[in-house]
């Protein structure tokens, strides 16, 4: 199934809901897409920080995508590309991608929530069949729309819905999306998202993207990218994503190449504050 620029109307759906949903898009490669995610794992020895997956915590890997030439090469696959190229510009810039082995619920949270964020996607690859019950990403519509009475209600009441709503997190009205290994889901970092009922090993790998910096904005973006030192990471991109890299994908990756220098300031401080890199 092959993409191209995203229509107007799944613009406006986008800007309107904070979310799109694609079914199928990876289904003639999802194989070798779990391949791939699976020789990533098997390198670091199963689970967290080079430990087996112990199935009581989220385990990550961070960079992810980034340590496969196959996964990697999604940068420049007019599926992936055209729908991000779509949302934010030509000259997006590729961020990160994790990969992770989910244990359980996921709680209400988004990837970031401000008004005066540089605008900022995920796109989600989900590996196992999930539902309402197993574990499927559910999201709440316009949670996104910073500086509107309802998202801003959410960002403030959600995490406490028991006490505030009466109603527990899985019970929050939201748009469930049920997927099958192949689904990809694309969503603002500022949408609320969770899930519920998930497996010990729900498996899912994402990709980050961000609008191309403006000059004057450089320094927020390097504070931005910083954070990313809690992965215990020096530099942003893995290895393969930049080995394989041609001129084209590199356009989505010169800006965060010159702007990660302080991650690894980061990644020395929390390395002497912490036990393991983070879990998300």
């Known amino acids: 199934m092959s993409q191209t620029r995203l229509t107007e109307q799944q613009l406006n759906f986008f800007n309107t809901f904070g979310y799109l949903y694609f079914p199928g898009l990876l289904a003639d490669c999802i194989d070798r897409i779990v391949k791939a995610f699976e020789t990533i794992w098997a390198g670091h020895g199963g689970g967290h920080h080079g430990k087996p997956h112990d199935g009581e915590q989220r385990a990550v890997i961070f960079p992810f995508p980034d340590q496969s030439e196959y996964l990697s090469s999604f940068l420049d696959d007019p599926r992936i590309h055209d729908i991000v190229a779509s949302i934010l510009g030509d000259n997006f810039n590729y961020t990160s991608g994790d990969g992770n082995l989910y244990v359980g619920d996921t709680q209400w949270h988004s990837d970031g929530y401000g008004g005066?964020?540089?605008?900022?996607?995920?796109?989600?690859?989900?590996?196992?069949?999930?539902?309402?019950?197993?574990?499927?990403?559910?999201?709440?519509?316009?949670?996104?729309?910073?500086?509107?009475?309802?998202?801003?209600?959410?960002?403030?009441?959600?995490?406490?819905?028991?006490?505030?709503?009466?109603?527990?997190?899985?019970?929050?009205?939201?748009?469930?999306?049920?997927?099958?290994?192949?689904?990809?889901?694309?969503?603002?970092h500022n949408t609320k998202h969770a899930a519920f009922g998930g497996s010990k090993r729900r498996r899912m790998y994402t990709m980050n993207f961000y609008e191309h910096i403006p000059d004057d904005r450089l320094e927020e973006f390097q504070e931005t990218i910083s954070h990313e030192g809690r992965f215990w990471i020096d530099r942003i991109h893995g290895e393969a994503m930049l080995r394989t890299a041609g001129p084209d994908r590199m356009v989505h990756l010169q800006q965060v190449i010159d702007n990660d220098f302080k991650v690894k300031e980061v990644h020395a401080r929390l390395r002497e504050e912490r036990s393991e890199p983070s879990r998300g």
């Not at 605008?119 to 574990?135: E, H, M, N, Q, W």
């Not at 990403?137 to 316009?142: E, T």
């Not at 469930?176 to 192949?182: A, C, D, R």
């Open 116 to 188: 005066k964020r540089i605008p900022s996607i995920k796109i989600a690859f989900y590996l196992d069949p999930v539902t309402r019950d197993t574990g499927a990403v559910r999201v709440i519509p316009g949670s996104h729309r910073v500086g509107d009475a309802f998202a801003e209600g959410l960002e403030a009441d959600i995490r406490d819905s028991a006490n505030i709503w009466g109603i527990s997190g899985e019970e929050v009205p939201a748009a469930i999306l049920e997927t099958q290994p192949g689904d990809i889901v694309v969503f603002w």
